[in-house]
T-cell receptor
Framework: KAGVTQTPRYLIKTRGQQVTLSCSPI?????VSWYQQTPGQGLQFLFE???????NKGNFPGRFSGRQFSNSRSEMNVSTLELGDSALYLC??????????????FGPGTRLLVL | QKEVEQNSGPLSVPEGAIASLNCTYS??????FFWYRQYSGKSPELIMS????GDKEDGRFTAQLNKASQYVSLLIRDSQPSDSATYLC???????????FGRGTSLIVHP
């Protein structure tokens, strides 16, 4: 079974731009969670989608948004990029109804650099 | 502010020794606890989950949970150089589906 895939793997943007990241979960997984990882703040939960609905949201500004499609693929969008948005963005999928509280499998991440 | 604390390390142990990694948390009603391993430049992978007080063993790994003292630990027996990685502790507060991660402990197992 193929693992979680994320595209693109690397991205360079400038301040003020917006970016869309994509995540394809493991086949059959309906829960997709997004995380931001930085050296300063560590790994932080952004939001979780389950069956096309945002089920949980972390403490991030409204510039961070996401969605999930009927095939469970998910996208996250960051608008009006700031330098502090430079980070590794990780997507994780789970087959369990409780999502991140059960076994979740992480994708390789998208490394975003904002200049 | 719910906090999860880990010693950043590095924790250096010789090959074959027991590595002990600790994590403390501030939310007394936390219910679910996870240990992840993250190799440099890679994404985290789940090692163990634990929900009840006591020990849970899986191969060379043992997770220990003490809710009264608000700590969870991970023991790695017969440590191997391939265990060298950063270990992240994740805690779910009671009733919450939003995890709080510690900053991670860097483990170095030297031959």
């Amino acid at each position: 079974k193929a693992g979680v895939t994320q595209t693109p793997r690397y991205l360079i943007k400038t301040r003020g731009q917006q970016v869309t990241l994509s995540c394809s979960p493991i086949s059959g997984h309906r829960s997709v969670s997004w995380y931001q990882q930085t050296p300063g703040q560590g790994l932080q939960f952004l939001f979780e989608y389950f069956s096309e609905t945002q089920r949980n949201k972390g403490n991030f500004p409204g510039r961070f948004s996401g969605r999930q499609f009927s095939n469970s693929r998910s996208e996250m969008n960051v608008s009006t990029l700031e330098l502090g948005d430079s980070a590794l963005y990780l997507c994780a999928s789970s087959s369990a109804p409780q999502g991140a509280r059960e076994t979740q499998y992480f994708g390789p991440g998208t490394r975003l650099l904002v200049l | 502010q719910k906090e999860v604390e880990q010693n950043s390390g590095p924790l250096s142990v010789p090959e074959g020794a027991i590595a002990s990694l600790n994590c403390t948390y501030s939310d007394r009603v936390s219910q679910s606890f996870f240990w992840y391993r993250q190799y440099s430049g890679k994404s985290p992978e789940l090692i163990m989950s634990i929900y009840s007080n006591g020990d849970k063993e899986d191969g060379r790994f043992t997770a220990q949970l003490n809710k009264a003292s608000q700590y969870v630990s991970l023991l790695i027996r017969d440590s191997q150089p391939s265990d060298s990685a950063t270990y992240l502790c994740a805690v779910f507060p009671g009733g919450s589906y939003i995890p709080t991660f510690g900053r991670g402990t860097s483990l170095i197992v030297h031959p």
